[in-house]
């Protein structure tokens, strides 16, 4: 399937700017123990509800859980990372995204690496020159875009776009988390060689044939909101205990909690999308409210 690399360009870039940590990937969610949304409460303030986003999808994602849509209902205020219909949004990341003038990825890799990068591009039906003025976080980004859509999955179906569409026909605020220059920040975290690191896990998954593998146990785990199966395939995902990775995950996520926190303090109920990485592990939103104080649950499917 050859796709053209500028659509395929401006296609992550839409999927950075909805939210950067997409994990998951999948069909609607079937009849589970859990869901992936957490509810957090005080006694004498009001409730937020953290729903787990998958940031590529298909028809098949919709509709929603009607328990997912009481909850969006309920709130006053609807929560995202950041919202990507920002005019100046674009821009930036285009501009972080690109290698400084004269430089190419393929300078930056071992001639192994590129040529693995090649490979990988070539059996997504990428050509090479797409990816050769890319900083390494970019390219591995449109590596997993292409992938996730050789596998039948569109951004244009992802559920943050969708709930952001509800909200908006209910005459709901829309607030963020984060700006552009902090994901951007996030994004390029790192040494070069964990930024080489991290692509290289990316081309190994689609050159070893175990993307749609792994995207199929992520769908699986998000569907049955399993939150531990999620905590273990993003811990193979992504380089273990790497600066990239924390500015990815733990360091944004400790911003995302004391921000909702500061937030709920004028007593409105917010419902909060945010990847589904953000909410796992002892280090996830959901852990952190709790240790600020609050009564954090995940939903069952009955509730």
Known sequence: MQMNPGRMFLLVLRWVLAACCALAAGLALA?????????????DGATVYLFGSIHVCNAGCFPLPEKVLR????????????DPKRPEAQGKLLAAAMLPAGQRLGDLLSAADWQALVGAARELGLPAEALAPLQPWMAGMLLSVASAQQAGYEIAQGVDMALMQRAAQQGMTLEELESIEEQIAALGAGSLREQQQALRLTVDLVRGGRASSYLAAMISAWRSGNAAQVN?????????????TRALIDERNVVMSQRIVRSMQDGRSRFVVVGMAHLVGPQGVPALLGRQGYRVRQLGVEE
Do not use: D, I
Request: charged share 25%; net charge positive; hydrophobic share 40%.
């Open 31 to 43: 009849a589970g123990p859990k869901l992936p949304l957490w509810e957090a409460s005080k006694p």
């Open 71 to 82: 909850r969006l209902e309920a709130s006053q205020v609807l929560v995202v990372e950041l």
């Open 232 to 244: 273990r395939l993003l811990n193979e995902g992504l380089p273990k205990g790497s600066t990239q």
